[in-house]
């Protein structure tokens, strides 16, 4: 049987491509300046100190959080081109608002918090996106397309901070384009070509993107986001109820897996710092290499796994996902005798400057920024004395911390795509956009308490508790999927209306 014409089917994946670059360019947004605030803001408000700088980088995340079932919401009872053209034109006038936030003669770093916060709530189209996504693919292809979703905004936090870097080079002078009032230098360069990006979207959106629904076998479906007539099969198959037990199981898991690699990112520099007496200009160099291998790492995970979850099923490889991350987050507890240096020299010279525990839980790309005062010429490297456990703790090896680095950066893409296709798939021919948006949030929430949990934890009880903590979090996950793996199952095969 037919199950649907070839123009619809072109015009059906000409949408889903255009809503895969959507998701490439919220996490470009993101990740474009996030290398460049830290000094901007102390060029531009002298005032603002590392703890404000948290609550900007938090920002996004949590305009994020609170804008995702808001757009997901309006995309069930509307055409979704309504929420992701405004979403998007928010973002676009956020990124514009970045790049004024030196006019203002006082609060500048007040208007900095707004510009990063519209930024984020901009991009809770993420959950309009992935409902589309949802209800435009057929079960077999959905593990496809979410995978390659997931890589699309891999990529975006990968290329973001190389067109900053790219940016670099018009220097922090730049030009200043006196009719409107704009300078264009490193720091407002990116957000404006962010911004056009965001427009180069809202035109292809308009052009190309057309609402598309088909049931789980392929058929085409009405659907109540399509303007006007639409061709297809009235669907028969939203009869039923969504197991919600097995979506608030998912919602857990998709915290965790977000919380914890929230964990890994945060902790990489201060720990790189103690264990191995890294300065903080290294830190960030290496960091920074190791953090974009894990990228690439992910982005090929996510095209392997389209692949394997056609043998093995979605279920089994989010086991192994949440298998592998409890393995790399094991490997990194302090297992030899070796102690990691200390700085004595910061008791021997009181005027040696003292790296407090608000500068190490600064995020790393801010790290870089940091200058020590003009009379001081030497950096206290090693663990510092102000945190106890550095006394008593072996020291992490090298060897532990790239082997972790290569195992979470394998379990987290695995479990990321895996979350969000067997979510997709439990709600079946429901709107999915509510459901998507609280899904999208548990992983904004977990991106906001995952840097606050463990900057206390390390801080005050060094990486055994720290990681051991880490440890039990995952343990739990596993044994949730275990109580509710039966229930991961698509709506239609629930329901008996397909096979699994």
Same mark, same amino acid.
């Given at each position: 049987?037919?199950?649907?014409?070839?123009?619809?089917?072109?015009?059906?994946?000409?949408?889903?491509?255009?809503?895969?670059?959507?998701? #490439?360019?919220?996490?470009?947004?993101?990740?474009?300046?996030?290398?460049?605030?830290?000094? %901007?803001?102390?060029?531009?408000?002298?005032?603002?100190? =590392?703890? $404000?700088?948290?609550?900007?980088?938090?920002? %996004?995340?949590? +305009?994020?959080?609170?804008?995702?079932?808001?757009?997901?919401?309006?995309?069930?009872?509307?055409?979704?081109?309504?929420?992701?053209?405004?979403?998007?034109?928010?973002?676009?006038?956020?990124?514009?608002?970045?790049?004024?936030?030196?006019?203002?003669?006082?609060?500048?770093?007040?208007?900095?918090?707004?510009?990063?916060?519209?930024?984020?709530? +901009?991009?809770?189209?993420?959950?309009?996106?992935?409902?589309?996504?949802?209800?435009?693919?057929?079960?077999?292809?959905?593990?496809?397309?979410?995978?390659?979703?997931?890589?699309?905004?891999?990529?975006?936090?990968? &290329?973001?901070?190389?067109?900053?870097?790219?940016?670099?080079?018009?220097?922090?002078?730049?030009?200043?384009?006196?009719?409107?009032?704009?300078?264009?230098?490193?720091?407002?360069?990116?957000?404006? $070509?962010?911004? @056009?990006?965001?427009?180069?979207?809202?035109?292809?959106?308009?052009?190309?993107?057309?609402?598309?629904?088909?049931?789980?076998?392929?058929?085409?479906?009405?659907?109540?986001?399509?303007?006007?007539?639409?061709?297809?099969?009235?669907?028969?198959?939203?009869?039923?109820?969504?197991?919600?037990?097995?979506?608030?199981?998912?919602? $857990?898991?998709? !915290?965790?897996?977000?919380?914890?690699?929230?964990?890994?990112?945060?902790?990489?520099?201060?720990?790189?710092?103690?264990?191995?007496?890294?300065?903080?200009?290294?830190?960030? #160099?290496?960091?920074?290499?190791?953090?974009?291998?894990?990228?690439?790492?992910?982005?090929?995970? !996510?095209?392997?796994?389209?692949?394997?979850?056609?043998?093995?099923?979605?279920?089994?490889?989010?086991?192994?996902?949440?298998?592998?991350?409890?393995?790399?987050?094991?490997?990194?507890?302090?297992?030899?005798?070796?102690?990691?240096?200390?700085?004595?020299?910061?008791?021997?010279?009181?005027?040696?400057?003292?790296?407090?525990?608000?500068?190490?839980?600064?995020? #790393?790309?801010?790290?870089? =920024?940091?200058?020590?005062?003009?009379?001081?010429?030497?950096?206290?490297?090693?663990?510092?004395?102000?945190?106890?456990?550095?006394?008593?703790?072996?020291?992490?090896?090298?060897?532990?911390?790239?082997?972790?680095?290569? @195992?979470?950066?394998?379990? %987290?893409?695995?479990?990321?795509?895996?979350?969000?296709?067997?979510?997709?798939?439990?709600?079946?021919?429901?709107?999915?956009?509510?459901?998507?948006?609280?899904?999208?949030?548990?992983?904004?929430?977990?991106?906001?308490?995952?840097?606050?949990?463990?900057?206390?934890?390390?801080?005050? @009880?060094?990486?055994?508790?720290?990681?051991?903590?880490?440890?039990?979090?995952?343990?739990?996950?596993?044994?949730? &999927?275990?109580?509710?793996?039966?229930?991961?199952?698509? #709506?239609?095969?629930?329901?008996?209306?397909?096979?699994?």
């Amino acid at each position: 049987d037919v199950v649907e014409t070839q123009e619809h089917y072109k015009s059906r994946w000409r949408s889903i491509w255009i809503m895969y670059l959507t998701m #490439f360019l919220s996490s470009v947004g993101f990740s474009i300046v996030i290398m460049s605030v830290w000094p %901007y803001l102390q060029k531009i408000d002298p005032t603002a100190d =590392a703890s $404000f700088l948290g609550w900007i980088i938090a920002s %996004y995340s949590i +305009g994020q959080m609170v804008a995702s079932p808001l757009f997901g919401l309006w995309s069930n009872y509307r055409p979704r081109r309504e929420p992701l053209v405004v979403s998007t034109a928010i973002s676009v006038a956020a990124n514009c608002l970045y790049a004024y936030v030196h006019a203002p003669h006082s609060h500048n770093k007040y208007y900095m918090l707004t510009a990063r916060a519209l930024v984020g709530f +901009g991009a809770g189209n993420v959950a309009v996106v992935r409902s589309y996504i949802a209800g435009a693919t057929s079960l077999m292809e959905r593990t496809s397309a979410m995978a390659n979703t997931s890589a699309c905004q891999a990529v975006g936090f990968i &290329l973001g901070p190389v067109f900053q870097t790219c940016f670099t080079l018009i220097g922090e002078e730049g030009v200043t384009w006196k009719l409107v009032n704009v300078q264009l230098n490193m720091y407002t360069a990116p957000v404006l $070509f962010g911004a @056009l990006l965001g427009v180069i979207n809202i035109i292809l959106i308009f052009a190309i993107f057309r609402e598309h629904r088909v049931d789980d076998v392929g058929r085409q479906c009405k659907s109540v986001n399509f303007e006007g007539e639409e061709s297809g099969v009235l669907e028969q198959d939203a009869e039923g109820n969504v197991d919600h037990a097995a979506v608030v199981a998912l919602n $857990f898991l998709f !915290f965790v897996i977000l919380f914890v690699f929230a964990v890994f990112e945060t902790i990489a520099t201060p720990l790189t710092m103690d264990m191995y007496s890294w300065t903080r200009k290294e830190a960030v #160099f290496y960091n920074g290499i190791i953090l974009s291998v894990v990228g690439i790492e992910s982005v090929i995970v !996510f095209m392997v796994v389209k692949t394997l979850s056609k043998r093995t099923g979605e279920r089994a490889i989010l086991h192994g996902g949440l298998l592998i991350v409890l393995v790399g987050f094991f490997i990194l507890l302090p297992w030899g005798k070796k102690l990691p240096n200390i700085q004595w020299q910061e008791i021997k010279n009181n005027s040696i400057p003292r790296t407090t525990s608000t500068e190490m839980f600064m995020p #790393f790309w801010s790290l870089e =920024a940091m200058q020590l005062p003009s009379n001081h010429t030497v950096e206290p490297v090693g663990c510092p004395v102000t945190q106890s456990w550095c006394l008593n703790t072996p020291m992490i090896y090298l060897a532990q911390y790239i082997s972790s680095d290569i @195992l979470i950066g394998l379990g %987290y893409p695995v479990c990321n795509v895996m979350s969000y296709t067997l979510y997709s798939k439990i709600l079946g021919p429901k709107p999915q956009g509510v459901y998507m948006g609280w899904l999208t949030a548990s992983g904004s929430g977990a991106r906001i308490l995952g840097p606050v949990f463990v900057s206390q934890i390390y801080t005050h @009880l060094g990486p055994r508790w720290a990681f051991s903590l880490i440890c039990g979090v995952v343990v739990v996950s596993l044994l949730v &999927l275990e109580i509710v793996y039966k229930r991961l199952i698509a #709506f239609s095969v629930r329901y008996g209306r397909m096979q699994e």
